[in-house]
């Protein structure tokens, strides 16, 4: 795995001239592989750093959830360095966090370190799921943008398995393997922090925040030599230049309440399918379905390959069936899963392998919906005058939810029982599911333009 996403990157960038947007995509959404292994990889060494700081209850979940506190600080504030400083250069911090983040805490002999560079990971984490994904859709022609901007969560996913298998691997080298589960991840960091070197700005970035428009053009030419001057057009008739470039715009105001609403029931709708909660605590769920500790272990690489092969089929039909039409088929297949999880448990049915079937079933059907869809719709459905802002909004409610469904779980499964917590997420579907048949617009084929206008106007 490690060598097909090295050696992709590489070719992107090789061929630069002939796939430059392809490349450019593929550069960034590295930040997304490294974004699913950070949020991946604690869990196979969350039980060796309990034993090894022989920390109490409190402390050991305070170091679980520390990189997510910093996700949801760096989700909350990633707009402001993005519209300030521009997309390349917060990207550059991005990878700098992750760097530091992973050899930080594989050297840690102080547990208040390791926190601290937990922490920042977790701050790399949020900034790059509000960037990312913007940058992405800004360079994307619209009739590829969904699956550009996809390979975001391609590489989400793609890192949670990697670390998954890579915690299942490096389990075997001993009581100190923990360090080598985290330190790894400063290869892909550093690689990460070289390749941004060759990406550009993004051209509405240039354009609403610097008005430079011939610099912003170059790159529109780069990107469809044969609509730019119209785009270019488009970008500066769209009515956000004078509000984006004084960065007075207000997010939360009455012309911008659709998109708003949209970004935040979308991203609720996405923590409470109980996707966080398996993805951080797979093999409890596994041994409370009574497989053994190695099996679960083993179970979570399971996991990690399901949600990579049904991503990548996600990502190769977001742009031909549109973007609802994954969420509607979806939602069906979430409930019906999560039931199905929910009513194994109620008949206490443990011993077999039901509740690992179901779950995956799960994982492949979130793959193919809500979890390529995400990032995509999000990025799209604001105006460039407050697309930053609207991502960051997005972003940090996903990522409150994120932590709130993952500090909540181990009570809730402990107290209430398999049955009724998934029972409870699957309910969240059924709601869900009227969000999307009732609520979420088509976004596929449309420019970011169009697709503005229409959102805040209808």
Same mark, same amino acid.
């Given at each position: 795995?490690?060598?097909?996403?090295?050696?992709?990157?590489?070719?992107?960038?090789?061929?630069?001239?002939?796939?430059?947007?392809?490349?450019?995509?593929?550069?960034?959404?590295?930040?997304?592989?490294?974004?699913?292994?950070?949020?991946?990889?604690?869990?196979?060494?969350?039980?060796?750093?309990?034993?090894?700081?022989?920390?109490?209850?409190?402390?050991?979940?305070?170091?679980?959830?520390?990189?997510?506190?910093?996700?949801?600080?760096?989700?909350?504030?990633?707009?402001?360095?993005?519209?300030?400083?521009?997309?390349?250069?917060?990207?550059?911090?991005?990878?700098?966090?992750?760097?530091?983040?992973?050899?930080?805490?594989?050297?840690?002999?102080?547990?208040?370190?390791?926190?601290?560079?937990?922490?920042?990971?977790?701050?790399?984490?949020?900034?790059?799921?509000?960037?990312?994904?913007?940058?992405?859709?800004?360079?994307?022609?619209?009739?590829?943008?969904?699956?550009?901007?996809?390979?975001?969560?391609?590489?989400?996913?793609?890192?949670?398995?990697?670390?998954?298998?890579?915690?299942?691997?490096?389990?075997?080298?001993?009581?100190?393997?923990?360090?080598?589960?985290?330190?790894?991840?400063?290869?892909?960091?550093?690689?990460?922090?070289?390749?941004?070197?060759?990406?550009?700005?993004?051209?509405?970035?240039?354009?609403?925040?610097?008005?430079?428009?011939?610099?912003?053009?170059?790159?529109?030419?780069?990107?469809?030599?044969?609509?730019?001057?119209?785009?270019?057009?488009?970008? +500066?008739?769209?009515?956000?230049?004078?509000?984006?470039?004084?960065?007075?715009?207000?997010?939360?105001?009455?012309?911008? +309440?659709?998109?708003?609403?949209?970004?935040?029931?979308?991203?609720?709708?996405?923590?409470?399918?109980?996707?966080?909660?398996?993805?951080?605590?797979?093999?409890?769920?596994?041994?409370?379905?009574?497989?053994?500790?190695?099996?679960?272990?083993?179970?979570?690489?399971?996991?990690?390959?399901?949600?990579?092969?049904?991503?990548?089929?996600?990502?190769?039909?977001?742009?031909?069936?549109?973007?609802?039409?994954?969420?509607?088929?979806?939602?069906?297949?979430?409930?019906?899963?999560?039931?199905?999880?929910?009513?194994?448990?109620?008949?206490?049915?443990?011993?077999?392998?039901?509740?690992?079937?179901?779950?995956?079933?799960?994982?492949?059907?979130?793959?193919?919906?809500?979890?390529?869809?995400?990032?995509?719709?999000?990025?799209?459905?604001?105006?460039?005058?407050?697309?930053?802002?609207?991502?960051?909004?997005?972003?940090?409610?996903?990522?409150?939810?994120?932590?709130?469904?993952?500090?909540?779980?181990?009570?809730?499964?402990?107290?209430?029982?398999?049955?009724?917590?998934?029972?409870?997420?699957?309910?969240?579907?059924?709601?869900?599911?009227?969000?999307?048949?009732?609520?979420?617009?088509?976004?596929?084929?449309?420019?970011?333009?169009?697709?503005?206008?229409?959102?805040?106007?209808?």
């Amino acid at each position: 795995m490690w060598y097909f996403a090295f050696s992709l990157t590489i070719y992107s960038i090789t061929n630069m001239s002939k796939h430059s947007v392809l490349a450019w995509s593929v550069v960034v959404a590295l930040g997304g592989f490294l974004f699913g292994f950070d949020t991946a990889v604690i869990s196979g060494a969350e039980k060796s750093i309990q034993h090894y700081w022989q920390l109490t209850v409190f402390e050991h979940g305070l170091t679980i959830s520390v990189a997510l506190i910093g996700t949801v600080i760096g989700s909350l504030i990633g707009s402001l360095p993005s519209d300030r400083f521009g997309r390349k250069n917060t990207l550059y911090f991005v990878a700098l966090a992750y760097l530091f983040s992973s050899v930080g805490t594989a050297l840690a002999e102080d547990w208040s370190v390791f926190l601290g560079f937990r922490f920042l990971g977790g701050l790399g984490v949020g900034v790059s799921s509000v960037v990312a994904p913007i940058y992405i859709s800004e360079v994307s022609p619209a009739a590829q943008r969904g699956r550009l901007v996809g390979l975001f969560q391609f590489n989400v996913v793609l890192g949670i398995l990697v670390s998954y298998l890579s915690n299942y691997l490096i389990s075997q080298g001993g009581a100190s393997s923990w360090r080598w589960m985290l330190g790894v991840q400063a290869f892909p960091s550093l690689l990460f922090l070289v390749l941004i070197k060759f990406v550009p700005e993004s051209p509405r970035w240039l354009i609403l925040k610097k008005g430079a428009m011939d610099a912003a053009l170059r790159i529109l030419r780069i990107i469809d030599p044969s609509n730019c001057e119209q785009e270019l057009a488009a970008i +500066k008739s769209s009515g956000s230049v004078a509000a984006g470039a004084s960065g007075n715009e207000r997010l939360f105001s009455a012309k911008y +309440k659709k998109p708003v609403m949209l970004a935040m029931l979308f991203a609720f709708f996405n923590q409470v399918s109980g996707i966080n909660a398996i993805i951080y605590y797979a093999p409890r769920i596994f041994e409370m379905a009574g497989l053994g500790a190695h099996s679960s272990l083993l179970s979570t690489v399971g996991i990690g390959a399901v949600n990579f092969i049904f991503t990548l089929i996600a990502i190769n039909c977001i742009d031909k069936v549109g973007r609802r039409l994954l969420m509607l088929v979806g939602s069906f297949g979430l409930i019906a899963s999560l039931f199905l999880v929910a009513w194994t448990f109620h008949q206490q049915a443990y011993g077999g392998f039901a509740i690992p079937a179901y779950v995956m079933l799960f994982i492949a059907f979130f793959a193919f919906s809500q979890g390529a869809v995400i990032w995509v719709f999000i990025a799209e459905i604001f105006p460039n005058a407050v697309r930053a802002k609207g991502q960051t909004l997005g972003s940090s409610t996903h990522w409150v939810m994120a932590a709130i469904i993952a500090f909540c779980f181990p009570y809730l499964a402990e107290t209430f029982g398999g049955a009724v917590t998934f029972t409870f997420f699957g309910v969240m579907m059924v709601l869900q599911l009227l969000f999307v048949w009732r609520w979420m617009p088509e976004t596929k084929g449309k420019s970011l333009e169009q697709i503005g206008t229409n959102i805040v106007l209808h």
